[in-house]
Structures are given as structure tokens and as C-alpha cells.
């Protein structure tokens, strides 16, 4: 980490971060470490720069930290270089500068068997084309993991068997993964990850090859694990509803800069630029935003009247509760009120537009 006096506090990284990653770059080509280097070359676009030194910057200056427990979505188009950064927290892919620590531990400098330790013990990888041996069984796929580790073998059925019926495949044990569907194979893939008990969970794109129904029902596995056992997680996806869906945060990746970085609401809400603004133009906006962005300061007798809502309550379930009751919605936390939601605040949201305060319908 730069230990500069100058460094801003943002780039400390908190308390709880499990991954923190500061200023990285990969580049493939020849003589890739210039590049980074170089602030000319740095600043080139990704025509340019492959014109005048053959290299591709896939990640470019790059700087987040993955809390402890949360979902961590990176999501972008095709080549955006979602997969060479993921790859590059547990040097599948070797970075070409900047900085990777796992609890506080720098990666960069780890030996192979302490990546090795990374790999198999702290940071589990679930892969699209799930990665499944084909001539064994489910219940000694899940072991796999285990096996490596050097976990004996009646202590390896014990914890596979448990995690067999976590991602609901009772019954199925003994198959192989030709007897399997997809989204089955996808939950071998997924329960041998979690057997080895990882700190953090890595996917990339696991659900890409999934049909829509067996795709929902894999999100909503993870949502329950995720909610269940508080496990953090690095997901991957160029779905946007999906990340929305999954996200605690979502990192909006474009040409290998991170765009922007923020809660759905915050992607949604508040795009960052045009391509972010264009990226989540589709989006039902009602079904993201909380009502915290359709509220008004209450006026004198609102803050007693009307159906209480949290503030984490999406504008649509605020819609609801004024469209059935017929009044204005008290935004309340912990007995107090903090604001109203009318017909107007909400028309504003899902309208993409801001209610002048005076304006405000009582
Ligand atoms: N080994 C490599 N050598 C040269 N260029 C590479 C290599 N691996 C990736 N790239 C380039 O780096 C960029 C980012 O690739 P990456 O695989 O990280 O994208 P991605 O966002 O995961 O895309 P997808 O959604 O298609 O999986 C792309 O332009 C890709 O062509
Ligand atoms: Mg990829």
C-alpha cells in the first residue's frame, strides 16, 4: 500500500475491507509493465495504445476495496475486463502494477505456497462452464476441494454430504455430471466452492450458460447463502438485472476503468456519466430506488398520519401503500418520522425527475 503521508484517507482501506486493491493495472503485450508506467502511454485510448506498443490495457487504474459480507458485482460489457480483474485478486493472472491485499495481507508478495494457501483455503473460484469432473460422482465432486486441502476421506463425505442438500441436490449424490442439468451442474460447482469454506466467494458469470428459470432460481440460492451465512462475495456479470438483484455494490466497469462504483440505488439514482446513464436507462426505477429518494420534509400533523414505511422500502412498495390507503406515506425510523412520500415525490421518481420543494403536493 502507498504509505505516502499525502494519501487521501478514502484510499485507506476500512476496517472491514477483505480485498483491497489500489491503483491496478494489467496489460498484455510486450513490454507491458511501461505502460503503467508512462503517463503518456496511460492516458492513450485502447486503439491507440495497441497501435503504438501492441498492448492491450485490459485493467486500467483500478482502486475498491470488497467488504466484509457483502455482495461485490462487477458488471460491464463483453471485454470491459471484468474477468482479468477478478482473475488478478488471486493471481490467476499476474498484475502488472498497483496493489492486491487480503486482510491486510499483501498478495503481490505472497510465495506459492502461500498463494497456494489464497487459492484453496481463503478465496474459492466458481467458473461459468462449472470446471466439474467428469467421471466422478456429485458427492466426490463436492469433496474435490477437500481432497486437495489434504481433509481425510470419511471427514470429506461428512462435510460434501452437508453441502449436497445446502444447494439442493438430495437424491442425486451418486450421479455424474453428464446425469445432471446445467443449473444442477452449477450447484455441484457452487457446493464445492462453499465446502472448502472460503472466506470469499468468486464467480464469474456463473450463471451465464443458464436457461432464465434455472438462472432465477440460482440467483435466489445465492441471495439465500448470501443472507444465511453473511459470506462475501465477488460476482461478475454483464446482466444488469442481475447485478442489481445480487449487488450490495456494484462496480460499473468500462474499458478496464471501474466508471463508477455504488449501491443500485446509486447506479440507478445517480448515474455517473452518459455511458452509465445509458446502461441503466431501462431500468424500473420504482423497483431500485427506496423512498429516501421520493422524500419531503413532514409539515405540521403529516408525521402521525398516514401508513409508516422504513426507509429501505422500495418507491414501488411506497406506491402501494398510498394507492391503497389514499394518503401520503410517513417515512418513519425507529419510532421517528423522517420525511413524507406524496403522489408527487413519487411521479418525480419514476419519472427521472427531481420535485422542486415548493412544488410539493401536501
Ligand atoms: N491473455 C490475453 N492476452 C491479450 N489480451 C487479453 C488476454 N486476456 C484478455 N485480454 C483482453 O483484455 C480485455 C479484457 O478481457 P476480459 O476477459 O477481462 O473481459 P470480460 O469483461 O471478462 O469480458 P467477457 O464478458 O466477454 O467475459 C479484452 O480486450 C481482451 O481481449
Ligand atoms: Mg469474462
Avoid at 129 to 154: C, K, M, S, W
Avoid at 175 to 180: A, C, M, T, Y
Avoid at 316 to 326: F, M, N, Q, W, Y
Avoid at 339 to 357: C, E, Q, T
Wanted: hydrophobic share 40%.
Amino acid at each position: 500500500m502507498n504509505t505516502a503521508p499525502h494519501t487521501p484517507t478514502e484510499l485507506r482501506p476500512p476496517a472491514d475491507s477483505v480485498f483491497s486493491v489500489r491503483d491496478l493495472w494489467k496489460v498484455f503485450g510486450p513490454k507491458a509493465d511501461r505502460v503503467p508506467a508512462d503517463k503518456e502511454l496511460a492516458s492513450l485510448g485502447a486503439a491507440e495504445l495497441r497501435e503504438r506498443t501492441g498492448c492491450t490495457a485490459a485493467v486500467r487504474d483500478v482502486s475498491f476495496d470488497v467488504r466484509k459480507g457483502e455482495v461485490f458485482v462487477v458488471m460491464g460489457l463483453s471485454g470491459s475486463g471484468k474477468s482479468t480483474l477478478v482473475r488478478c485478486l488471486t493471481r490467476l493472472i499476474e498484475p502488472t502494477s498497483g496493489t492486491i491485499s487480503i486482510d491486510g495481507e499483501d498478495v503481490l508478495s505472497m510465495d506459492t505456497g502461500r498463494l497456494r494457501e489464497l487459492r484453496r483455503h481463503r478465496a474459492a473460484m466458481v467458473f461459468q462452464h462449472f470446471g466439474l469432473l467428469p467421471h466422478r460422482t456429485v458427492l466426490d465432486n463436492i469433496a474435490y476441494g477437500l481432497e486437495i486441502q489434504g481433509v481425510g476421506r470419511a471427514e470429506r463425505r461428512e462435510r460434501a454430504t452437508e453441502f449436497v442438500s445446502k444447494v439442493g441436490l438430495d437424491g442425486m449424490e451418486h450421479r455424474r455430471p453428464s446425469q445432471l442439468s446445467g443449473g444442477q451442474q452449477q450447484r455441484v460447482g457452487l457446493a464445492r466452492a462453499l465446502a472448502v469454506d472460503p472466506e470469499v466467494l468468486l464467480f464469474d458469470e456463473p450463471f451465464s450458460a443458464l436457461d432464465p428459470l434455472i438462472r432465477r432460481d440460482m440467483q435466489e440460492e445465492v441471495v439465500r447463502l448470501h443472507r444465511e451465512e453473511g459470506r462475501t462475495m465477488v460476482f461478475i456479470t454483464h446482466d444488469l438485472s442481475e447485478a442489481l438483484k445480487l449487488g450490495d455494490r456494484i462496480a460499473l466497469m468500462q474499458g478496464g476503468r471501474i466508471v463508477q462504483l455504488g449501491t443500485p440505488e446509486e447506479i440507478v439514482g445517480a448515474p455517473a456519466d452518459d455511458y452509465v446513464r445509458d446502461f441503466v436507462r431501462d431500468v424500473p426505477r420504482e423497483q431500485v430506488l427506496t423512498v429516501r429518494s421520493a422524500m419531503r420534509p413532514a409539515l405540521a400533523g403529516e408525521r402521525d398520519a398516514g401508513p409508516a414505511l422504513d426507509p429501505g422500502a422500495t418507491v414501488h412498495e411506497a406506491i402501494e401503500a398510498v394507492a391503497r390507503t389514499g394518503e401520503n406515506a410517513r417515512v418513519v425510523e425507529g419510532g421517528r418520522c423522517l420525511g413524507v412520500v406524496d403522489h408527487a415525490g413519487l411521479l418525480g421518481v419514476v419519472a427521472g425527475v427531481p420535485v422542486a420543494p415548493g412544488k410539493a403536493v401536501a
